[in-house]
């Protein structure tokens, strides 16, 4: 969910047959990788999927990305825990980004994290806020995402 690749996580992954590492970027933005032709390797091969968004992209480029890319792919993996890694340097209005992908877009793409993690996994989800350089929109966006994701416990 970022403006900028997540070449650590990728990296950490890349061989390992039991992640199914997703990510939607800047191709070529800082640090320059993300490259969507990197599938993986070994028995990781496949496991590893890299959508460039391209300059300017709006909700409608990263939740056709979720769609067409992610979700079969996650539903084919079937997942155990699904870790959200949410960067609001994509979001509209960020300093850095030249993305515009409003708050909607968030909501809806934790909202199919969230059923897919239910689906395949028992409902487990971590979101892990990565930034975004728009203190402002930065404050405005960091709890739309969890909007109908937080389940009471207990009673």
Do not use: C
């Not at 402002?136 to 994701?149: E, M």
């Amino acid at each position: 969910m970022g403006y900028h690749h997540g070449n650590a996580t990728e990296e950490a992954f890349y061989a390992d047959p039991s992640v199914l590492f997703f990510s939607t970027h800047k191709w070529l933005a800082y640090p320059g990788t993300g490259n969507p032709a990197r599938q993986g390797a070994g028995p990781g091969l496949g496991y590893t999927i890299n959508v460039d968004l391209g300059k300017g992209a709006e909700d409608r480029d990263i939740l056709l990305a979720w769609e067409k890319k992610l979700l079969p792919a996650a539903e084919a993996f079937r997942p155990d825990l699904v870790l959200i890694s949410a960067g609001f340097d994509s979001r509209k209005d960020d300093y850095l980004g030249d993305f515009r992908i409003g708050d909607d877009a968030f909501r809806r793409m934790t909202r199919m994290a969230s059923q897919l993690a239910e689906v395949a996994g028992g409902g487990k989800v971590v979101s892990l806020l990565e930034g975004g350089y728009n203190p402002a929109g930065l404050a405005d966006g960091r709890g739309r995402p969890l909007g109908g994701t937080a389940r009471r416990s207990g009673g």
